[in-house]
């Protein structure tokens, strides 16, 4: 039973960055994928990224991609989304979402992770 603990969220302006934090508290490198998610209001929630802790793999979603990156510290137990560009359509809470891979399809599905942390609310401004 893994706890998830997301943190760095605020109000940014557009075009600057934030970086999100997620702390396990499990090991959860070698075993787990790891996904980051968002949620903006009246939508539905949608993939973010996707951390393989196996191969060291990553996914990202379009919408995303070269402007988020996916780092980790082991020693800490922690998956990092580093945010730049940022752009106020990225405004949404942000979450955090684990699975042992055996247990993952193909990561980019909300119902495929069994843990997650309560999120973290992003705010771009124009």
């Known amino acids: 039973e893994l706890q998830l603990v997301e943190s760095g969220g605020g109000l940014v302006q557009a075009g600057g960055s934030l970086r999100l934090s997620c702390v396990a508290s499990?090991?959860?490198?070698?075993?787990?994928?790891i996904g980051w998610f968002r949620q903006a209001p009246g939508k539905e929630r949608e993939v973010v990224s996707v951390?393989?802790?196996?191969?060291?793999?990553?996914y990202y979603a379009d919408s995303v991609k070269g402007r988020f990156t996916v780092s980790s510290d082991k020693s800490k137990n922690t998956v990092y989304l580093r945010m730049v560009s940022l752009k106020p359509e990225d405004t949404a809470d942000y979450y955090c979402?684990?699975?042992?891979?055996?247990?993952?399809?193909?990561?980019?599905?909300?119902?495929?992770?069994?843990?997650w942390g309560h999120g973290t609310e992003v705010t771009v401004s124009s």
């Open positions: 951390l393989w802790t196996s191969v060291g793999g990553t």
């Open positions: 979402a684990a699975s042992q891979e055996p247990h993952i399809r193909y990561g980019m599905a909300p119902e495929e992770y069994d843990y």
């Open positions: 499990g090991f959860i490198f070698g075993d787990y994928a």
